[in-house]
Every structure is written in C-alpha cells, then in structure tokens.
C-alpha cells in the first residue's frame, strides 16, 4: 500500500498510457530536451548511460502490460521480478542501439505528424476534441512530465521507421512461398490400426510385492504437500477510501486553502534554436546564430537550417506551449523570466546550447469553486483516504511488531477484521494464498518455526498484508494401505500400455516381412484403411496420430512407410503411410497471399533479430544488473 501512496501509476489508466507507448505514433514536440541519467546506472551502450530509474520504468510498465494481459492481476507463478527487471534492462539496451543506428541513418520524427497523431489519439479528446487540460491530467496521474512522455513516443516513432526498414529487406523468394503453400496443403494417405491398452488390462498382473516395491522406490509420489493455514489483518485502500465522508464546508475550505492548484496555468508559447554540441565550437556556432538575429534575420529561418532538435527545426523552432514543469529547472527558468518577443542569450545546458523566444503569454486563470467542486471534492476525498491509509498501516505495523504474538492489538487500534485463510502451500493457494509473497512469508522460519507476525506485505492490489500461522500440518509419507489403489491401478496401466506396445510392434513385423501388407493387416484386426489425413483434421483421428504421420518421411514409388507410435493414454497405433500428395491449390490467390505473409513476417523478424545481434556485437556495452537490486 505504501507503494500505492508513492506511485498512483495504477488501474485502466496505465493500461490506457502503457497501450499508448507501446506502439508507433508521432508526438507533439517538447521532447526530453534537459534532465540527465540518474546517479545509479544499469549499463552502459557505447558510452550512453542507460540509468537505473529507467529499468525500473520499464519493467513497471511490461509489469502492467502483463497484468493486463491476466485481467488485472499477474499470477504469482508467472511473476518473476528479477526477470522482469534484466528483461527490461535488454530491452532498453535494444533500443538504445537502435536509436543510435537511427540516429546515424538520419531518421527522425517529423513534427508536424507527430502534432496530428496525438491531437488524434481519443484518449486525449473531449467531445471529439483534443483537450490540453485532459492530456496534462492523464500525464499527472503517472507521474509522468510531458517531456518525458513525448520524448518516449518520438523515440517508438524513430524505432519504428529503423525497424520497418529492416524487415522490409526480408526478400521471399516466390519458389519459396510456391513449396511453403504445398507443403502446408499436403494431404498424407494412410492406413491404422489401434491397440487400445483398454484391452490388455488384467487385474492380476500386479501382484502385492509389485506393489510394496513401488511404493519404496517411489515416496516423493506418495509424501503429503506442507501445508498451512494463516489469521490475517488486510488494509485495502479501497475499502477505506469508499468509507471517507467530506461536507460541503470541508470541500470549501480545501479550496481556499489551495485556491492555487486550481488555476489554469501560465502558458507561454515558446519557440528554440538548439545546437547539441555543449563544447567550444558549439558555444561558437550559436553566438554566431544569437548576433545573425540581433541584425534582424528571422528566427523561423535559422531555426529550420541551423538547430539541430529534430523535434522542432522543421516547425520554425515552435515548442508548443510550456507550462511551469513541462522542462528542466534551467530553461525553464529562462522561459518563465523572459518577456514576450525578446531574444535570449545563449544558455548553456546537458542537452546543449539554446537560443530561446517567448511568443505568446497565457496568463494563469483563477477558475470559479462551481467550476471545479466535483474535482476539489475528490482532492479531498483522496488526500483524506491517503492520510488515512498512512495512520493505519502505521498502527498495523507498530503493533505487529510490538505483540508479536497476536493480531488482535493491530486489529483493534485500525479496526480491521482478522481473517483467515484456506489451506494453502509453499507452491500454490487459493485466495489471499495465491499471491506468491503471501506464502512466502507464510513460511519463512520466523513466522512458521517461531510463530511471529509476519513484517507487512504490499500486494499487486496496493493492500497491505500482515499474517501469522493459525494452523500448519508437516509433510508426511501416507501409509501404504491409502496408498495401495492407487498404485495398483498405475501399474496395471502401465503394464496394459507395455501389453498394447508389444501386440503393436509384433504386428509391424509381419507387416514388413509380408510380401502384402494389406493382405496381412485384413488378417490382423480392424484398421483404419487409405485415410487421406491434412493439417486440419487433428480433431478427427486419435490423439496424437496426426503428428505421427506427418512426422513419417515419404515413401518411395511402389513403397510404403510402416511405423508405429504411442498415442493417447496408453494406446499403441500401427500406421502405414501409402502416398504423400503434395498440395493441388498452391496456385489459388488467396492461399499463396497467406503463404507469403507468413513466411515474410517471419524473415521480417529473422533479419531484424539478425541485425539487432550485428549492432550488439559492434557495440561496446557494459551490465551492471547488481544496481537493479
């Protein structure tokens, strides 16, 4: 829960955010101009720090990919945070390198489709209509600056331009795409017969030394799982904020109190010249661009020859519009002090030497209480709850700690009800249970052996957990006697599968010494005779049968293929593949298009992998995956 108050990037909206950067789209055009690494690095890709705050971003967010994936909630043994975390340390390294080549290439975001593409985006509409304020609340609500967020998206537009240009490069030969079709239309004609171990089943042939054998051999199959059962106090933000009440005069007072956060905020329409380069001939070239426009040459102009932010040279250096927060502290701070239509001097900054311009200025607004009362309520309503959450997972904590021995002090001071669990695992549970580090606390020695409280658990759900043993029963060897049946059965199938297989294999002998196989199969039982079997008549023939057979190589002219194979639960098929027909419609337009989107999307993506291996190899890259603890 504490994470839940740190970090409200949580429930439909980071889907909506996630789903957002997860593909190509063009952005508005502030980007991520100012700010650098954190202190803490993950790796380092020819020279360009990837920090460690943007693993644990990324991960955040293939964390929230994957829980929407699963309805909401990540099941505890899918979840594999260190995984996560090295995975979204690769995948950051994969674009870092990419962006590099792109970079390198000369490809960029165009500016004025990254403008269309997110005033398009419905997410970011009123009424039809894009909406400054709803784009800005949406970003407030992860925590995530415009800066950051339009830098994320000019980076997938950048990404996806290299890589489409790589996989176009994955040429399908048409002879390919011809086979391919034929093959996946081949119809193969076979004959079978079925030993089903059904009827080699005798109930005699274990016999109880077979049995006792087994069972010795054998006392992991018959040794009874660990299990316990746990009293538990659960603070679920939810439920408290659902119980917050506020009256009229509270959400007025709230509002005179922080009449301020209620304003619409200055605007100021800002355009830049940008040289990268922060060393002395950088310093240089943009002197030179501040004294060409103090003798009057139009800033538009200069800006779309001679600044170098890809996001804005083409668009006459227009930033859009800067609210207090959209940038770095020391732009920012020129931006806001700057009157309207005066010139800057250069600034220097991480990201390179700036020439600034304030176009437009929108004062801040006051907006009238009936105006924004349903939003001053709900500030209330959460900042209540918040201080609320905060107080009593401070009582829940101190107090477990303080009684180690019971629940009920906690219980009391924050009025949650102890519960308790069903029978749960080390591996598996249902119920509070199924969260993986509700078990593991569960059984670590010091709640299990010691029969303490357990130190609080944040759940996926942003609640709070802390439990202690109600009940445990040890693992144990069952008796043979609970035992015996089952074990009998198991052996008698066994053996009756070893009975059909020998029948199966005794079969395909005469099969093959006969001069006529197909006289001597009608000598030997029912058989399935010159079925003709495709790729998609998997549901119609016995388990496992299909891929049997077009796992058989072709038989020669004249010939056939005789074979056999275990299928099913025990059943041995005797099989024998007379002809394989190649496909007859690979010429049909539809089948052949099919073909050749399948197999190019897989040379596509071959030829991406391939190039993304080249880029790793030619690259100088360092891990530091210990920073990610």
């Known amino acids: ?82 995984g996560i975390r090295l995975q979204a340390l690769e995948s950051l390294i994969r674009q870092e390198l990419l962006r590099q080549a792109a970079d390198s290439a000369g490809f960029k975001a165009a500016g004025d489709s990254v403008l269309r593409e997110i005033r398009g985006m419905p997410v970011f509409q009123e009424e039809g209509r894009f909406s400054r304020e709803r784009y800005s609340q949406l970003l407030n609500a ?54 089903s171990a059904d009827e080699f089943d005798r109930p005699d042939v274990v016999d109880e030394d077979a049995i006792q054998a087994y069972y010795e051999a054998n006392p992991d199959e018959f040794t009874t799982t660990e299990r316990v059962r746990v009293s538990y106090l659960r603070l679920d933000p939810e439920g408290l904020e659902a119980g917050v009440e506020v009256t009229e005069d509270q959400v007025r007072e709230h509002y ?37 426009l103090e003798a009057g040459e139009d800033f538009a102009e200069l800006a779309e020859e001679y600044s170098e932010d890809s996001l804005t040279a083409d668009r006459g250096g227009r930033m859009g519009e800067i609210a207090r927060g959209d940038l770095g502290s020391t732009l920012e701070t020129v931006i806001f002090t700057l009157p309207k239509d005066l010139i800057s001097q250069p600034v220097r900054t991480e990201r390179g030497w700036f020439i600034l311009e304030v176009t437009a200025i929108q004062e801040a607004q006051p907006q009238p209480f009936e105006e924004v009362r349903d939003e001053v309520e709900q500030d209330l309503r959460d900042r209540t709850a918040e201080q609320m959450q905060i107080d009593a997972l401070d009582d829940m904590m101190a107090l477990g700690i303080e009684f180690p021995d019971s629940l009920e002090p906690a219980a009391d001071a924050t009025g949650l009800e102890i519960q308790t669990s069903d029978w749960f695992s080390r591996g598996s549970g249902d119920g509070i249970a199924r969260h993986r580090s509700i078990r593991n606390a ?42 015996e049946d089952t074990i009998r059965e198991r052996l008698q199938r066994q053996a009756a599968a070893n009975a059909a297989r020998e029948a199966g ?7 093959t010494a006969a001069e006529d196989w197909a006289s001597e199969a009608d000598e030997n039982g029912a058989w399935s005779r010159s079925v003709e079997v495709t790729r998609e008549r998997a549901a119609e023939l016995p388990t ?28 041995f098929a005797v099989t024998v593949l007379e002809e394989v027909r190649m496909g007859e419609d690979a010429a049909d337009a539809a089948a052949r298009q099919q073909a050749r989107d399948q197999i190019g999307n897989a040379y596509g993506s071959a030829e991406f992998r391939a190039y993304l291996s080249w880029l790793e190899e030619q690259a100088d890259i360092k891990r530091f995956p210990d920073a990610l603890d």
Not at 447 to 452: F, K, P, Q, T
Not at 545 to 560: C, I, S, T, Y
Request: charged share 30%; net charge negative; proline share 4%.
């Open 1 to 82: 829960m504490l994470q839940a108050i740190r970090d409200r990037a949580s429930g439909w909206l980071a889907y909506v955010i996630i789903g957002l950067i997860t593909i190509p789209f063009a952005l508005w055009g502030l980007g991520e101009y100012f700010g650098g690494a954190g202190p803490l690095v993950a790796a380092e890709v020819n020279g360009t720090d990837i920090a460690v705050r943007d693993v644990h971003q990324e991960a955040r967010a293939q964390r929230d990919e994957m829980a929407r994936m699963f309805g909401g909630e990540i099941p505890d043994d899918v979840l594999d945070e260190q």
């Open 544 to 571: 496992g049968l299909q891929d049997h057979l077009f796992r058989l190589p072709a038989p020669g002219e004249g010939a056939v293929e005789i074979a056999g194979a275990r299928i099913g639960d025990g059943d």
């Open 256 to 292: 005179r109190v922080n009449r301020s956060r209620y304003e619409q905020p200055e605007l100021r329409e800002v355009r830049q010249i940008r040289i990268q380069d922060t060393g002395e001939e950088g310093e240089a070239r943009i002197r030179e661009l501040r004294e060409r």
């Open 442 to 483: 569960a059984f670590d020695p010091r709640v299990l052996e010691d029969g303490h409280n357990s130190e609080a658990i944040d759940l996926q759900d942003g609640s709070t957990v802390i439990l202690r043993i109600d009940e445990h029963q040890p693992s144990e060897l069952r008796p043979l006697a609970e035992v």
């Open 142 to 195: 992860q925590r995530i600056s415009p800066a950051d967020f339009e830098q994320d998206i000019a980076r997938s537009i950048v990404l996806s331009q290299i890589q489409r240009g790589i996989q176009a490069t994955g040429v399908v030969p048409e002879s390919l795409v011809e086979d391919y079709s034929r093959l996946r239309n081949q119809t193969r004609v076979a004959s079978w017969r079925v030993f």
């Open 505 to 511: 294999e005794a079969l395909i002998e005469r099969l």
